[in-house]
Each structure stands twice: as C-alpha cells, then as structure tokens.
C-alpha cells in the first residue's frame, strides 16, 4: 500500500486548484518584503553622513540674526547640509 506524503508543492498547488491565489500571492509579497528588510539592515557597515559644525560652513552674521539662530550641530546627506533655524 503506497501512502502519499504531502509537500509543500502539494500545498500550494493545491491553494491554486481551489482559488487561492490571491493568498499565495500575498505570500509572495510578504516574504519578499522580509527579505528587503533584512537587506536594508544588512547595510549597517556603511560610513555614517558627517554632522558638521554650522560656524565651519558659514560667517558668523549669517548664523545669528534679529530673529533667529542657526543650531550649530549640521547633519548632512551628500553633499546637502541641513541647517536648522530657530
């Protein structure tokens, strides 16, 4: 007597025959998004974007005014320098 062992492709051949596309596919999906995540954290060996010092980047009357002042720390991304104004 021959016993039939189930597989996985059984599994998801089967969820086709019965309209479950739509279920594999989400499935798809997820696990493709797992492995992007994953690979966006795998990433973390790259150098970090410099925070610069604004008195570095610009004369000092541009940095403080009437009504403002620019923090001192810059982030950057690239070659952008993100001042902030309070």
Request: without cysteine; glycine residues 10%; positive net charge.
């Amino acid at each position: 007597m021959h016993k039939h062992v189930r597989t996985d492709s059984d599994s998801i051949s089967g969820a086709l025959r019965r309209g479950g596309t739509r279920v594999v596919m989400l499935a798809v999906v997820l696990t493709a998004l797992a492995g992007g995540v994953q690979m966006a954290t795998e990433g973390a060996g790259y150098e970090m974007q410099p925070v610069l010092q604004a008195s570095q980047l610009a004369q000092a009357e541009l940095l403080k005014g009437a009504r403002f002042q620019v923090d001192e720390k810059v982030p950057t991304d690239g070659f952008l320098a993100r001042f902030t104004l309070r």
